[in-house]
């Protein structure tokens, strides 16, 4: 147990603070939607032994439809990330998982089959950065491939460039 909780501190200091940065500072990066009503923007900076991660998120309504979109980025974003580093795709009853470029940056796209929804992450920083970054949004109503149209939106590059000085 001891070593599990040195193992944690030394990846903590290994991938670093999630660059100062305050989850303010991303609100503009989740603009209004044409055709959706948008909550307020909302976020959070957590601090641990075994890293940082700062996020924002916001959720957009139109009828039935539901996006909701996060972008996170900090050392604790790894492990969000690293399971899905994995090249692995799976297609089930239930739903299909499958790797992707979204405007040139790798994500995964994870699509539900019973009801129509599921989530889309894309990763925003380079694959060993030290404070990763991922863009992620959750669909319920609409699948993820139709909610990628509203990426254009969200201004990828711009925020992948704040992202990672």
């Known amino acids: 147990m001891r070593k599990l909780a040195l193992a944690a501190i ?13 989850y303010t500072e991303l ?4 603009p209004n939607l044409p055709g959706f009503k948008a ?22 309504t139109a009828e039935a439809r539901r996006l909701t ?15 899905l580093t ?6 089930t009853p239930e739903e299909r998982m499958e790797s992707l470029k979204v405007e040139g940056f790798p994500a995964k796209r994870i699509t539900r089959k019973k009801e129509k929804g599921g989530t889309l992450v894309i990763l925003l920083s380079r694959e060993n950065a030290s404070a990763p970054a991922l863009f992620m949004v959750e669909c319920e109503g609409l699948t ?4 990628q149209k509203y990426l254009r939106y969200f201004r990828l590059k711009e925020l992948a460039r704040k992202l990672n000085p």
């Open 27 to 30: 609100y503009s990066y989740l």
């Open 69 to 83: 979109v996060r972008i996170a980025v900090g050392g604790m974003v790894q492990g969000m990330w690293f399971p």
């Open 39 to 60: 909550g307020e923007p909302t976020g959070m900076t957590v601090t641990t032994p075994a890293g940082e991660m700062t996020t924002a998120e916001r959720t957009y």
């Open 10 to 22: 030394l990846v903590g200091l290994w991938v670093g603070p999630a660059l100062g940065l305050n």
């Open 144 to 147: 993820p491939s139709e909610a």
């Open 86 to 91: 994995m090249q692995v795709s799976y297609d």
